[in-house]
């Protein structure tokens, strides 16, 4: 099973709303991320979780919140977002790279959360 | 800083031939790269990955060659259907968790 699930698939927020979004993988992959992804652009790493703890923040404004409550979940908390964040929000997971050695990680995608800010 | 390239946003093959799909990168401390398949308002779907201690990996119509003197690669698709018609994203990893993706080429099949 390499199934990433993300919910809601659509989601429509005015600027002063508050929402969630949900990512959940049982592949027992340790390492999670979140990406934004405009029309025609590749993928933008937004967040990497390695086991449950925060690693990476790629500069992201805080009105995005990351969460990884347990090792199959992660959140993204959304708060007084602008219309410019619309996107599709893409969660993925990996096998965390031990150390030392060639990496075989595969990075498997969910099918994202498509987001529109009014 | 663009570190991994597509520099062909799209390509256009006849059904039955092959397609070949490019990739550079900058970053010589890449270990591992992959190919990724786009549908509109999908997730990518992962098609096949390569480790930088091998230059060709194979599976079933999909191939990607990697020169790493070059610092390119290489997905071919043979024979290319229909079906095959998606965005192709490469994407290059790192020691740490961080994937770099190209911009995507649009890949059209024409019956």
């Known amino acids: 099973d390499t199934e990433v699930t993300q919910t809601p698939k659509h989601l429509v927020m005015g600027m002063t709303n508050k929402k969630s979004l949900k990512c959940e993988q049982h592949m027992g992959h340790r390492a999670m991320y979140w990406y934004k992804q405009k029309a025609k652009k590749p993928p933008e790493l937004m967040f990497v979780y390695s086991y449950e703890k925060l690693s990476i923040n790629e500069s992201v404004p805080s009105r995005f919140s990351p969460e990884c409550p347990n090792s199959s979940l992660l959140n993204l908390h959304l708060h007084a977002l602008q219309p410019e964040d619309s996107a599709l929000y893409l969660c993925a997971s990996s096998q965390v790279r031990l150390r030392g050695g060639t990496s075989t990680d595969t990075q498997y995608f969910g099918p994202g959360t498509r987001l529109t800010v009014l | 800083d663009q570190q991994v390239k597509q520099n062909s946003p799209s390509l256009s093959v006849q059904e039955g031939r092959i397609s070949i799909l490019n990739c550079d990168y900058t970053n010589s401390m890449f270990d591992y790269f992959l190919w990724y398949k786009k549908y509109p308002a999908e997730g990518p779907t992962f098609l096949i990955s390569?480790?930088?201690?091998?230059d060709k990996n194979e599976d079933g119509r999909f191939t990607v060659f990697l020169n790493k003197s070059a610092k390119h690669l290489s997905l071919h698709i043979v024979p290319s259907q229909p079906g095959d018609s998606a965005v192709y994203f490469c994407?290059?990893?790192?020691?740490?968790?961080?994937?770099?993706f190209g911009t995507g080429t649009s890949l059209t099949v024409i019956p």
């Open positions: 994407a290059a990893k790192r020691r740490g968790n961080q994937f770099y």
């Open positions: 390569i480790s930088s201690i091998k």
